[in-house]
């Protein structure tokens, strides 16, 4: 099945400076792969995704690349702000049927003002 | 997200009893799913279901069971099985096959003593 490898596990990054995270994926016909963001004691919240057939996708300070070749995908954000302050889990969903999001193991980031 | 919910927020039990969580939505999602969230682990899958009255064991099935006799619930038991119960338990639920964006519940912390 999907195996979803995710890291670095903790971040700590300056205000405004830029956040890279990277996650890798073993399924190559996986056609999906969202980014959430959990606030301590709440639930993941999607931030963004992208599908298989686009490369890129921005959303204000927010981006994600998809590299199907590699079978890697990345979250940057610029910018960042204390509020970004949270852990952040990539998933990846299988393109076989009814199949659930596979997940990373998350990322601690911690902006530091 | 607002329309999964999850009951109740905390939840204490001593080992050895069974213990159901509740998972309601009124977003006329078709797929439920039901996560647990250790530290470090991200986010596991225990059970799924696609359609009313039917369900999949996902990765970590063994001391839980689950129901779909409605299409808004799906309650989770925690068997007397379950040899580390103790969690944080997050529902979501998704349109239905085809779809991609997957929604979670506030969840439930769990606390077996």
């Known amino acids: 099945g999907e195996n979803v490898e995710q890291h670095p596990s903790t971040l700590s990054v300056q205000e405004g400076d830029s956040a890279v995270i990277k996650c890798t994926y073993s399924?190559?016909?996986?056609?999906?792969f969202p980014w959430y963001k959990q606030e301590l004691g709440k639930r993941p919240q999607l931030i963004i995704d992208?599908?298989?057939?686009?490369g890129e996708k921005k959303d204000q300070r927010i981006a994600v690349t998809l590299n199907k070749t590699a079978k890697h995908f990345s979250l940057h954000i610029t910018e960042t702000q204390p509020e970004d302050s949270a852990v952040y889990f990539c998933?990846?969903?299988?393109?076989?049927?009814?199949?659930?999001?596979?997940f990373g193991k998350g990322t601690r980031l911690s902006v530091i003002a | 997200d607002g329309g999964i919910t999850q009951s109740p927020k905390y939840l204490f039990r001593k080992e050895g009893q069974n213990v159901t969580l509740s998972c309601e939505q009124n977003?006329?999602?078709?797929?439920m799913y039901w996560y647990r969230q250790d530290p470090g682990q991200g986010l596991r899958l225990i059970y799924y279901?696609?359609?009313?009255?039917?369900?999949q064991k996902g990765d970590i099935a063994e001391g839980y069971s689950v129901s779909r006799e409605k299409k808004e619930s799906f309650p989770l038991t925690v068997t007397s099985a379950q040899k580390n119960p103790t969690a944080f338990y997050l529902c979501?639920?998704?349109?239905?096959?085809?779809?991609?964006?997957?929604?979670f519940g506030p969840g439930t912390r769990l606390t077996v003593t």
């Open positions: 992208i599908r298989s057939n686009v």
């Open positions: 279901s696609q359609i009313v009255n039917d369900f």
């Open positions: 998933a990846a969903r299988p393109n076989s049927g009814n199949t659930p999001l596979v």
């Open positions: 399924d190559s016909a996986s056609n999906y």
């Open positions: 977003l006329n999602h078709d797929a």
């Open positions: 979501a639920s998704s349109v239905g096959q085809g779809s991609y964006e997957q929604y």
